[in-house]
C-alpha cells in the first residue's frame, strides 16, 4: 500500500512539473509570435521556432496523457506533435 501512495504523489509531482513545462512554453510561443507580428520578415525564422516549440508541448501533454491512462487522447497529442515536426522542418526547409 505505501508503494502505490509513492506512487501517485510521485506522478503528481511530475504532473505538475510537465505542466509548468507547457506554462513555460506557452509564454515562449506567446513571446515568439509577438516577434512576428512586429516585424514577419526580420524575425521569419521564428515559424520553426514556433512549431517546434508547440511539438515539445504536444509531446510533454502526450506523455502525462498516457500516464493518466488516456490512450486515445495520447495517440492524438503525438500524433499532432509528429505533423509539428513536419511543419517545422518544411518551414525550415523553405525559409532557407
Do not use: H
Not at 513545462?21 to 520553426?48: D, E, H, Q, T, W
Not at 508547440?54 to 490512450?71: H, Q, S, T, V
Request: net charge positive; hydrophobic share 60%; proline share 1%.
Amino acid at each position: 500500500m505505501a508503494k502505490n501512495t509513492f506512487r501517485r504523489s510521485s506522478w503528481r509531482q511530475r504532473g505538475m512539473v510537465i505542466d509548468f513545462i507547457n506554462i513555460i512554453l506557452s509564454v515562449l510561443i506567446l513571446i515568439a509570435g509577438l516577434f512576428l507580428v512586429i516585424n514577419l520578415r526580420k524575425y521569419l525564422f521564428m515559424f520553426p521556432v514556433i512549431f517546434l516549440l508547440a511539438a515539445i508541448m504536444n509531446g510533454c501533454l502526450g506523455i502525462k496523457r498516457y500516464k493518466m491512462d488516456e490512450y486515445m487522447a495520447c495517440i492524438i497529442s503525438f500524433l499532432a506533435a509528429a505533423i509539428l515536426i513536419g511543419f517545422s522542418i518544411f518551414s525550415l526547409i523553405v525559409i532557407l
